[in-house]
């Protein structure tokens, strides 16, 4: 009886332990169905004025495919689309249309990543690089003014996505959708709801070179201010480094403090002309920070500014120039400041035009930095690469402003050409064939500093609202200006109630190449019969034929066992 009851104990252990190794052999299947992993960035999700714009879903577990079959049910698929073959038209049409959809990727070319190693400002495009900074433009334009319920991200290309694409595109060829039934590649993003962000944060940062007063002069000295919006937006946010729109301003900016910070720190250089240095935020959102920002000067402050330069976007253009100002060109100060900038702007040969447009004070959108000097009295004017004032949220440094369409040398030569206007205004050299900061001098222009912070801001994303106050970007700036200048100090405001935005901007892309159900019907039939066959093995060897085909038998009823 002993030796029986061992016999069944061993039987089950060894029954156990076959149950045991199929779930870890499955267990092992499942995880090792991953193809690959990558980084992903979602489409904005924001809303103006209450109305509801980007991407309004984040979590992503549907079946891929490589296009927008016909009459197909999409409400579970991912389409997968490189934008250098996107159909804009089409895509604009869909979303309008409002289609079912269960998600969208867009493979975005590796010639704009920050990671490219030949990231390196050139000076000149293909056609073809300009043909795709157009359609990124037109795509990112078409997304960000769109309200689109399901999740839209962008991935760069690389070869292991380019494989899984491969293989897309064949099952799709078969004229066989993927689904549960029939298998293919399985996209996964699992993040958690995208949460409202709750009085996002602007921070302005300015900074200080003080004139030279006469001892008993009891007048204040007058101030010429140099500003830049330093901050972003794009349809990713996390893609949005804006080197040209607005990192090109900024990179101007500090030069120009570092050079005349030079010229300052000498008692017998220093020029009886305060210059007030301003990076600003809220640039994209109607230059919500410049406003906050102008609104915190006394009466005294503002009255003394000569005249205030932005910078903006002056490094994707070849030798040409637009000064924007509202006041006419008729006006005196507006005359003598445009032609102070057109001496030296032909000594060095850039072409510098003037574009006059009115301010509606009315109105509260405003185009250029420029014009919130203007509300307040204040004479001002917008250096920038670009002819006409740009649309609302356009040209604010989204996915086609990278390093790529960077002109190097227009940027060093821009800088320049402010910093010799400036100077030649505030030590009275007008008419004068002078340059101060001539090449090859100490106080030439230094192209190895442009090009490391150029190098920085072309892979910095600066959406404002997704800046905390003690952000690093943010304090590496303040500690650069700090090197040049004096009484630097950030102010941080609140972001006007117009814009809000949501947080989750980045995420990871699990790309499962999945069965068919009919494979995994298969797997269940042959691992079900070789259990079978080894539980009967088994159960013959260690109790007989007997015990096994009793097992099989119906037990006798109540009443035959009474009997």
Request: hydrophobic share 40%.
């Amino acid at each position: 009886m002993a030796t029986r009851k061992g016999r069944e104990g061993e039987m089950l252990e060894s029954v156990y332990s076959v149950i045991a190794l199929v779930f870890v052999l499955v267990a092992c299947v499942e995880l090792c169905d991953a193809a690959t992993v990558v980084d992903v960035y979602r489409l904005i999700q924001y809303d103006l004025a209450g109305v509801p714009f980007g991407s309004r879903l984040a979590n992503l577990n549907h079946h891929a495919a490589s296009g927008f079959a016909p009459a197909a049910d999409l409400s579970r698929t991912v389409v997968v689309v490189p934008v250098r073959n996107v159909n804009i038209s089409f895509i604009g049409d869909y979303i309008t249309q409002k289609q079912p959809l269960g998600g969208l990727l867009f493979l975005l070319p590796r010639m704009i990543s920050s990671e490219n190693r030949d990231d390196k400002g050139r000076d000149d495009q293909t056609f073809e690089d300009k043909l795709m900074r157009n359609k990124l433009v037109e795509l990112e334009q078409l997304l960000i003014h769109s309200n689109i319920p399901y999740p839209v991200y962008f991935a760069f290309e690389d070869d292991n996505i380019d494989d899984v694409l491969k293989n897309i595109k064949r099952n799709d060829a078969t004229s066989q959708p993927a689904t549960a039934t029939t298998g293919g590649y399985k996209l996964v993003v699992s993040t958690p709801e995208p949460k409202k962000i709750v009085s996002p944060i602007i921070t302005n940062i300015q900074g200080w070179l003080p004139g030279l007063k006469v001892d008993g002069d009891a007048n204040q000295l007058p101030t010429i201010a140099i500003v830049a919006s330093y901050d972003t937006f794009g349809a990713a946010p996390a893609l949005s480094v804006g080197s040209d729109s607005n990192g090109s301003g900024i990179v101007a900016l500090l030069e120009i403090a570092r050079l005349f910070s030079l010229l300052y720190s000498n008692p017998k250089t220093r020029g009886r002309y305060n210059l007030l240095f301003g990076l600003t935020s809220g640039g994209p959102y109607n230059y919500n920070g410049t406003h906050k920002w102008l609104r915190s000067f006394d009466q005294r402050l503002r009255e003394s500014i000569d005249y205030a330069i932005c910078l903006n976007s002056i490094g994707s253009s070849d030798n040409e120039l637009w000064i924007h100002v509202s006041k006419p060109p008729e006006n005196a100060y507006i005359k003598q400041m445009f032609e102070g900038f057109t001496e030296v702007a032909e000594e060095l040969g850039v072409k510098v035009g003037l574009k006059h447009k009115k301010i509606n004070i009315s109105n509260p959108r405003v185009a250029w930095e420029h014009e919130q000097f203007s509300r307040l009295r204040v004479t001002a004017a917008t250096l920038s690469g670009l002819s006409v004032a740009p649309e609302l949220l356009e040209r604010t440094g989204g996915l086609s402003d990278s390093r790529h369409v960077l002109n190097e040398a227009a940027i060093i030569r821009s800088t320049k050409f402010v910093a010799e206007s400036l100077a030649r205004h505030i030590y009275g050299h007008e008419g004068k064939n002078i340059q101060i900061f001539a090449d090859n001098s100490s106080l030439a222009v230094n192209p190895s500093y442009i090009q490391s912070w150029l190098h920085l801001l072309s892979r910095t994303p600066r959406v404002a609202p997704f800046f905390s106050k003690n952000d690093p970007f943010i304090m590496a700036l303040k500690k650069e200006l700090a090197d040049h200048t004096v009484e630097v100090n950030a102010q941080n405001e609140v972001l006007d109630g117009m814009f809000t935005f949501y947080d989750i901007t980045k995420a990871k892309l699990n790309i499962y190449q999945v069965a068919s159900v009919t494979f995994d019907l298969l797997l269940l039939l042959v691992l079900g019969s070789y259990l079978i066959v080894l539980f009967s093995f088994l159960v013959i060897t260690t109790r007989g034929v007997d015990d096994l085909i009793g097992l099989f038998r119906r037990p006798p009823s109540r009443k035959l066992k009474t009997a």
